[in-house]
């Protein structure tokens, strides 16, 4: 399958599970009424945001629309490029559609009325994480993925690096062994 094909299926699946979520989260809960789901660790609490991440920019119009648009763009661009030049391993564009499709969705959320829906409440009594949503979790998980798939471990002093493909995963021959 070819590289774009895999990045809609994972852009669109975010932004339908992310929709679909958000309704449940508006037509089954009340605004600030935690529901536990599992014990008070994980509550469901619907929330909104008019800011951005950890609510920076609460109350300030249009500008974190206009900032998530800008950003979302030049990300779009950075990893399309990124995945057509091989700075990217061709496995990753999973991860840029969980990205994008996350970002999308909140982008929309916002666009629909100058906030986006959280829902998902994590934390131990009176210490709770800031409530979320499915499409943070895309982004985060996929962010964090992404660093991993990006890392490389560095060979210890005077080792060499095994390269990963060629001859170096066949076992030598027993020809070449008798030198």
Known sequence: MKIFPKL??????????DGLS??????????YQP?????????????F??????SIFTNSG??????????IVGL???????LRQGELPARAVWLVGLILGGAVANFID??????VTDF???????????????ADSFIVGGVICLALVKMKIAPQEGEAAEPLTGDARTPPSPASTHE
């Open 22 to 31: 958000k309704v449940w989260a508006m037509q089954t809960l009340e605004p």
């Open 62 to 71: 249009g500008w974190p629309l206009i900032l998530t648009g800008v950003v």
């Open 120 to 134: 998902i409440d994590l934390g131990l009594g009176a210490w709770r994480w800031p409530a979320f949503n499915l």
């Open 49 to 54: 945001n008019t800011g951005v991440a950890f």
């Open 35 to 47: 529901v536990p789901f599992i014990g008070q660790f994980f509550r469901w609490t619907l929330g």
């Open 110 to 115: 916002r666009l629909l009325d100058g906030r």
């Open 76 to 82: 779009t661009v950075w990893s399309v490029r990124a």
């Open 8 to 17: 809609f299926i994972a852009f669109f699946s975010v932004l339908i599970l």
